[in-house]
């Protein structure tokens, strides 16, 4: 079975652009969950996805969003984005609730 | 709300040799699971070992074993025979059946082993 895959992954952005992440869980697995790692403030949780319905979101200001298609693969979305929104964003995909998390490789956002 | 403390941020250990990390959690739920990650260099997540709460008995995996307290919060892992592949960053985290795949992850303790 093939991982989980998160495309780009590395992105370069200016202040006040925006920016969508994508992520591909694996085959079957219908939760996505999203998490921000920052030196500073860790591994955070964004936002999870379960049958495109969202589920659960984490503190994180209105310019983070996020959906999920049919076939399970999601996309997040920042707005306006401010240089405290350089991070890692790592995607994780599992079976159901209590399953393990299966993380993909991550994706660099570097905000200039 | 859940909270995840890794009071280690650093911890070294010879090859070969048995180190613990060190984990506490907090949480009002009676019905959650407790994991260990490992983050080596290429920032790849990886799973190391799960726990569930009910169960009394605790986890192993091959060298990795945990020793959870319940009543404590208390959620440590042991990694014997220490390798050289086993450096990397190590975060604990909690997780709640009931809210969502959301996983409470603490700070992380960066391991290093010595050959």
């Known amino acids: 079975k093939a991982g989980v895959t998160q495309t780009p992954r590395y992105l370069i952005k200016t202040r006040g652009q925006q920016v969508t992440l994508s992520c591909s869980p694996i085959?079957?697995?219908?939760?996505v969950s999203w998490y921000q790692q920052t030196p500073g403030q860790g591994l955070q949780f964004l936002f999870e996805?379960?049958?495109?319905?969202?589920?659960n979101k984490g503190n994180f200001p209105g310019r983070f969003s996020g959906r999920q298609f049919s076939n399970s693969r999601s996309e997040m979305n920042v707005s306006t984005l401010e240089l405290g929104d350089s991070a890692l964003y790592l995607c994780?995909?599992?079976?159901?609730?209590?399953?393990?998390?299966?993380f993909g490789p991550g994706t660099r956002l570097t905000v200039l | 709300a859940q909270t995840v403390t890794q009071s280690q941020p650093e911890m070294s250990v010879q090859e070969a040799e048995t180190v613990t990390l060190s984990c506490t959690y907090d949480?009002?739920?009676?019905?959650?699971?407790l994991f260990w990650y490992k983050q080596p260099p290429s920032r790849q997540m990886i799973l190391v070992i799960r726990?569930?709460?009910?169960?009394?008995q605790n986890a192993t995996e091959n060298r990795f074993s945990v020793n959870f307290q319940k009543a404590a919060k208390s959620f440590s892992l042991k990694i014997s025979d220490s390798q050289l592949g086993d450096a990397a960053m190590y975060f604990c985290?909690?997780?709640?059946?009931?809210?969502?795949?959301?996983?409470?992850f603490g700070g992380g303790t960066r391991l290093m082993v010595k050959p």
């Open positions: 994780a995909s599992s079976s159901g609730t209590g399953s393990e998390q299966f």
């Open positions: 085959s079957g697995h219908r939760s």
């Open positions: 996805y379960f049958s495109e319905t969202q589920r």
């Open positions: 949480t009002s739920e009676s019905d959650y699971y």
């Open positions: 726990q569930e709460a009910y169960k009394q």
């Open positions: 985290a909690h997780y709640l059946g009931n809210a969502g795949n959301m996983l409470t």
